[in-house]
Antibody, heavy 119, light 107 residues
Framework: EVQLVESGGGLVQPGGSLRLSCAASGFTFSSYAMNWVRQSPGKGLEWVSTIINTRTYYADSVKGRFTISRDNSKNILYLQMNTLRAEDTAVYYC??????????????WGQGTLVTVSS | EIVLTQSPATLSLSPGERATLSCRASQSIGSYLAWYQQKPGQAPRLLIYDASNGATGISARFSGSGSGTDFTLTISSLEPEDFAVYYCQHRSDWPLTFGGGTKVEIK
């Protein structure tokens, strides 16, 4: 069974940093691209970032502040978030695509981890 | 950036009725459109990919159509568990974007 478990969320002050983790199991982690998607409270979904092998892609709203990475030996996906803003407050979901070929169809999701940016 | 506009924002229907949800792209995205369902407190679930293909385990009452800029998600006969928020998402190019969502509520 595919499992994605996010952790690392919490309360952080504006300008601060946080690193999210997503522990994956039940599939060959290294074969899949991986994604982060977020959802602000009461709002819609926003794609944040994708990692395909060593290539990375970011939403304009986080480019230059967030860094996606992965450790295939540990089956963990990361999102390093720096210079956090109030508008980054959201539930952050880790997501695996449907197949190893297409990176950007979000088929399997974690339960999400809440990041709150506030003073 | 490709903007996806969903309509209506809210759809009020009764169980057994047919639901028709629209998603319009700001430029052509071919058939690279997906639909997701999200219930309160839950992660989204992939329903339809590449405009008209049902994801694994999705009921046949969900169907998708369209290409280019105009897409439709149809729920043939609403079941109680179908009342939720639905999002479209394109994968035509980077950045990926989602539509603003359509809430299907019980009338």
């Amino acid at each position: 069974e595919v499992q994605l478990v996010e952790s690392g969320g919490g309360l952080v002050q504006p300008g601060g940093s946080l690193r999210l983790s997503c522990a994956a199991s039940g599939f060959t982690f290294s074969s899949y691209a991986m994604n982060w998607v977020r959802q602000s409270p009461g709002k819609g979904l926003e794609w944040v970032s994708t990692i395909i092998n060593t290539r990375t892609y970011y939403a304009d709203s986080v480019k230059g502040r967030f860094t996606i990475s992965r450790d295939n030996s540990k089956n963990i996906l990361y999102l390093q978030m720096n210079t956090l803003r109030a508008e980054d407050t959201a539930v952050y979901y880790c997501s695996r695509p449907m197949t190893t070929v297409v990176a950007s169809l979000f088929d399997c999701w974690g339960q999400g981890t809440l990041v709150t940016v506030s003073s | 950036e490709i903007v996806l506009t969903q309509s209506p924002a809210t759809l009020s229907l009764s169980p057994g009725e047919r639901a028709t949800l629209s998603c319009r792209a700001s430029q052509s995205i071919g058939s690279y459109l997906a639909w997701y369902q999200q219930k309160p407190g839950q992660a989204p679930r992939l329903l339809i990919y590449d405009a008209s293909n049902g994801a694994t385990g999705i009921s046949a009452r969900f169907s998708g159509s369209g290409s280019g800029t105009d897409f439709t998600l149809t729920i043939s006969s609403l079941e109680p568990e179908d009342f939720a928020v639905y999002y479209c998402q394109h994968r035509s190019d980077w950045p990926l974007t989602f539509g603003g969502g359509t809430k299907v509520e019980i009338k």
